[in-house]
């Protein structure tokens, strides 16, 4: 069976969020619940990359898909949860996967990592297992990081997923030409999103490369996007001097787009 929303997820894992807006309106109309329910919570999510405090464009008034949205939201801005939301009851509601990832990125926000992982171990698709890698590497757990790494290997070793995992777990392990191969295959399918190009800047940097350093500090900022390592990019870059006013000005002024 096709898998309709293959590139749209794709791209939402990327942070390739203005080519998921793209996608999103290129989609059939008569998609399975299932996909017609991913496909929703995929753009009210990037809705949220884009504009962390923006106002949620509702998909119905009762809205599942809205109500996990809302909930992401409030663990981004730091705010407490809306007291309307049951998250008993949400939990027993998600049905499908996406919802329950969704679910589960929430209790990570919060540093409930107990609760999201056991959301997760009720899951089978790839990006609840991207996830599961995640926590088990905020964990100092990379043996089990691998273990999720093989599951998505298995499913598809060519998916997103597979690549992304890959590369995490390299940079744990500071092995960046493998994290760089990675993340280069996925930029040539894809194109270099802000959240790759971040990923590429970590690689470089442990291999001690200031001009390819350099090089992708410039194109965050003319992407919009945030170099996460603040104070490894400066401290490479210099203090002060032209690169370190410039890599300061791109802190100060680019927002965090994922």
Known sequence: MADNLYQLRALYVLGHYQLVLDEYARLPR??????????????LLTSLALNPSANLPSTSSSSL?????????????????????????????ATY??????LATYFSIKHDMTSS??????????????????????????????????????????????????????????????????????SD????????????????????????????VEEIEEEGGTCQNKDAVKARLGGGGEWGDKVEGAFERCKNKF
Request: proline content about 5%; glycine content about 2%; charged content about 20%.
């Open 97 to 102: 996967d996406h919802l329950k990832v969704a």
């Open 189 to 216: 399918q894809y194109g270099r999103s802000p959240k790759l190009l971040n990923l590429l800047l970590s690689s470089y940097y442990i291999k001690n490369d200031l001009p390819r350093c350099r090089e992708i």
């Open 30 to 43: 008569n998609l399975s619940p299932p996909e017609s329910s991913e496909c929703q919570l995929i753009k």
């Open 65 to 93: 898909e809205s109500q996990y949205a809302s909930l992401i939201q409030s663990a981004v801005l730091g705010n407490e949860t809306d007291a309307s939301i049951d998250l008993q009851q949400l939990e027993q509601s």
């Open 117 to 186: 992982l056991r959301i997760l171990s009720t899951c089978s698709s790839l990006p609840s297992h991207l996830l599961t890698l995640q926590l088990y590497l905020s964990y100092d757990r990379p043996d089990l990081s691998l273990k999720s790494l093989k599951i998505i290997t298995q499913t598809d070793e060519d998916s997103v997923e597979s690549l992304l995992g890959s590369s995490l777990l390299s940079l744990y392990n500071n092995v960046p030409d493998e994290a760089i191969y990675s993340l280069s295959t996925l």
